[in-house]
T-cell receptor, first 112, second 116 residues
Framework: DAKTTQPPSMDCAEGRAANLPCNHS???????VYWYRQIHSQGPQYIIH???NNETNEMASLIITEDRKSSTLILPHATLRDTAVYYC?????????????FGTGTRLQVTL | GAVVSQHPSRVICKSGTSVKIECRSL??????MFWYRQFPKKSLMLMAT?????????EQGVEKDKFLINHASLTLSTLTVTSAHPEDSSFYIC????????????FGSGTRLTVV
């Protein structure tokens, strides 16, 4: 699976949009971009995933560049509860379940 | 939907004893489950992949005789830390897949193991 690079930490004011970048310059054509987050002392939580089109769900939006070498997770109105470590993961969507490899992630701190 | 229950959430055991951690998929059948461990302020590290009805596949450097994995049914996988030592103290997390290429993975809430 392709390696991802994320900034180690970011701050965001409550109510503002949080934009979390991820570089995956070696991504292959059949690899998807997944985002998970982990709130302190809990298991990771799935947020969103995409292949090449932008995606939006009730939690966030995912913007993938045209060359697919980078993406941005957008939390439109961050709250204190969004404070967590956010992981960007790239993996092949094969016919059977394949493992998720976690990088170091971005620690997002939402402040008042 | 897609709930994974992990038990216990916390356990303290004496050095040399064994501890079993359970991971259950409550509302779906999990053909594959994964076990991770996480040290403080570090990322999750995959330990092994557990497939129902077959032997687990361990990642390089993970001792299969120390970390016994059993996936006897489509809804239950167990991780047993045998002869635990203080260095095995960690946060253990399981995840389950419903199969299929695009389905997300659901994670348990984790087990905090402390070996004293």
């Amino acid at each position: 699976d392709a390696k991802t690079t994320q900034p180690p930490s970011m701050d965001c004011a409550e109510g503002r949009a949080a934009n979390l970048p991820c570089n995956h310059s070696t991504i292959s054509g059949n690899e998807y971009v997944y985002w998970y987050r982990q709130i302190h002392s809990q298991g990771p939580q799935y947020i969103i995933h995409g292949l090449k089109n932008n995606e939006t769900n009730e939690m966030a939006s995912l913007i993938i560049t045209e060359d697919r070498k980078s993406s941005t997770l957008i939390l439109p109105h961050a709250t204190l509860r969004d404070t967590a470590v956010y992981y960007c993961i790239v993996r092949v969507a094969s016919g059977t379940a394949s493992k998720l490899t976690f990088g170091t992630g971005t620690r997002l701190q939402v402040t008042l | 939907g897609a709930v994974v229950s992990q038990h216990p959430s916390r356990v303290i055991c004496k050095s040399g004893t064994s501890v079993k951690i359970e991971c259950r998929s409550l509302d779906f059948q999990a053909t594959t489950m994964f076990w991770y461990r996480q040290f403080p302020k570090k990322s999750l590290m995959l330990m092994a992949t557990s497939n129902e009805g077959s032997k687990a596949t361990y990642e390089q450097g993970v001792e299969k005789d120390k970390f016994l994995i059993n996936h006897a049914s489509l809804t239950l996988s167990t991780l047993t830390v045998t002869s635990a030592h203080p260095e095995d103290s960690s946060f253990y997390i399981c995840s389950a897949s419903r199969g299929g290429p695009l389905r997300g993975y659901t994670f348990g809430s984790g087990t905090r193991l402390t070996v004293v």
